[in-house]
């Protein structure tokens, strides 16, 4: 069991006073007082730490002793209430009682307990507790309180096994001096190794968990990271090559490095002093660049210049529900009518039910020019065993393959032997703050016959201002100080439209979710570019 050097400088205790009556003929009672007790740890025990607490009336604070254990006394408490305590690292735990009556309660504060507080919280668990309004109180009822914790039970299966353990209200005993800590005490330990291999933060696993991303999001983000590479982890891929009929299986061991596919095992080399961008072996002795988004998609790329393959897209394999994909959609694609006909860049709309039924669609060209499809050319989709999704309409079927992000935003890349199209569900983005950067790798393939695939490079950009009335914002491009300006949600939500100036083109760009990448189109169908940013 590892144990932390936290020192211990006492136990606060809460002291209640009462109040006598002037006259001798009356007395007065002190008003009844809520006690809370629990345990402080995150595997070692959190000694000498400042536990605030909140509830619908009343607030208290209390010191932790050096074993973790806390109490707190609030005079004329209501329920629910809400706990923090801060760790050495400077990370903000977050724990809850639900409403009730009753002059006792507990309440462990760990990293579980944030999970549990994430999950009821359905959004920032900071935010949740320095608010603490009527609706923040309402969502802690011990029903809410069960389905929170069932919730997180299940988005850590195969990672940390909760089993029957109620992380706020079972004994805790932290590990501190010679004491190992208990069961759930090595669970916390579980967890913290988790987080430290997958090179993930607790907050991004609680930002995780209060956007309902689900098991399938959060274990891809928990799997074991490389050494030099957040983002490249440990597991099974969908290996798609852009324009191919289907996607290859692979096996990703990033410790080794190493890809296999079928029998092949691709090597991964380090780009020096450039995280998270490799080299592997391409075809005819080239080789191709691979560039690893924080999400765990990657794009593959051969040498700038004529090519007769497309990019290769690596997406961590997940089981994405078919209900998950129903909603309205933005896709942005690279399609071809025939083998004799030219690539060129092109926008679509749909909208799935939960059956896998598309309901509409539409082929755009502009910016608001759209044409229906036809009722016999709506496909349905239907899931397969590896995770894909098979699209069948009338003149055949190609296929999909989803991605869930740790913001619970679904991406779909569907590719067939005349193309692809990656696409998005119609979510509302909001606008950036000023002062906003990003650096990313950008690729751009431009249409034709046989497409040529250029090395846009490396860049970053700063936003420079943002109109929340017209709901356009402007940035520069760091390098060369090249301005461009967008506004969000236009053609239509989730998508952003620059318009053309002397040293840009006019553009549509697609970011799904926070898979890290960003894809744009030439409103004239001449290119299409996908950048994925650099951690």
């Known amino acids: 069991m590892k144990t932390k050097h936290l020192f211990l400088t006492g136990l606060a205790a809460a002291v209640l006073t009462a109040c006598g009556g002037g006259g001798g003929d009356s007395t007065s009672t002190a008003p009844a007082a809520t006690k809370i007790t629990g345990t402080a740890a995150v595997g070692a025990a959190l000694g000498n730490a400042t536990v605030q607490a909140k509830c619908a009336t009343g607030t208290g604070t209390a010191t932790t002793a050096a074993d973790g254990t806390f109490t707190l006394s609030i005079d004329g408490a209501t329920r629910p209430c809400v706990l923090s305590v801060k760790t050495p690292d400077g990370t903000t735990l977050h724990s809850v009682v639900e409403a009730g009556t009753g ?8 990293p579980l307990t944030e999970l549990v507080t994430a999950s009821l919280a359905q959004g920032s668990t900071t935010a949740f507790f320095d608010q603490f309004d009527a609706s923040a109180q309402a969502k802690l009822t011990a029903s809410s309180l069960t389905s929170a914790t069932e919730a997180v039970r299940l988005v ?24 190992a800590g208990n069961a759930q005490d090595k669970l916390l330990d579980q967890l913290g190794d988790r987080l430290e291999a997958s090179k993930t933060t607790l907050g991004e696993l609680s930002s995780a968990v209060a956007s309902n991303a689900g098991a399938a999001a959060v274990q891809t983000a928990l799997q074991p990271a490389a050494a030099t590479c957040a983002g490249l982890k440990t597991g099974k891929y969908h290996v798609i090559g852009l324009g191919s009929a289907a996607a290859d299986a692979g096996d990703l061991d990033a410790a080794a490095l190493k890809l296999q596919v079928g029998n092949e095992s691709v090597p991964f080399t380090a780009v020096a002093n450039d995280a998270c961008r490799f080299t592997v072996p391409g075809t005819n002795g080239a080789t191709n660049t691979v560039m690893v988004a924080k999400s765990g998609i990657a794009l593959a790329v051969p040498p700038a210049g004529p090519m007769s393959d497309l990019p290769t897209l ?17 896709g942005l694609g690279m399609e071809r009518d025939n083998s004799g006909t030219p690539y060129a860049s092109r926008r679509v709309t749909f909208s799935i039910d939960a059956a896998g039924k598309l309901t509409k669609g539409a082929d755009c060209s502009g910016v608001d020019n759209c044409e229906a499809w036809l009722p016999d050319e709506l496909p349905t989709l239907s899931a397969n065993a590896d995770g894909s999704f098979k699209i069948t309409d009338s003149l055949g079927s190609q296929l999909a393959y989803a991605f869930k992000g740790t913001d619970g935003q679904v991406t779909v890349v569907i590719t067939h032997d005349d193309g692809f199209m990656i696409a998005a569900k119609q979510v509302v983005r909001p606008l950036p703050v000023v002062g906003t950067t990003n650096s990313y790798w950008d690729s751009v393939l431009y249409s034709g016959l046989e497409p040529r695939l250029e090395d846009a490079g490396t860049w970053s950009t700063v936003v420079t201002s943002v109109d929340a009335q017209t709901g356009i914002y402007t940035r520069k491009r760091v390098e060369d100080n090249r301005l461009d300006s967008w506004k969000m949600n236009n053609p239509a939500n989730g998508l952003r439209y620059r318009t053309p100036a002397s040293n840009v083109s006019e553009m549509i760009s697609l970011v799904p979710g926070n898979t890290g990448l960003s894809l744009g189109i030439s409103v004239t169908g001449l290119f299409y570019d996908i950048s994925v940013n650099r951690p």
Not at 103 to 110: K, R
Not at 158 to 168: H, I, R
Not at 314 to 330: C, I, K, R, S, Y
């Open 314 to 330: 690596l997406v961590p394999a997940q089981a994405v529900a078919l209900a998950d994909l129903a909603g309205d959609w933005n």
């Open 103 to 110: 002059a006792s309660a507990v309440a462990n504060i760990t």
């Open 156 to 179: 850590l299966t195969g990672v940390v096994d909760l089993g029957s353990v109620d992380p706020l209200k079972d004994p805790l005993v932290a590990a501190n001096g010679a004491n």
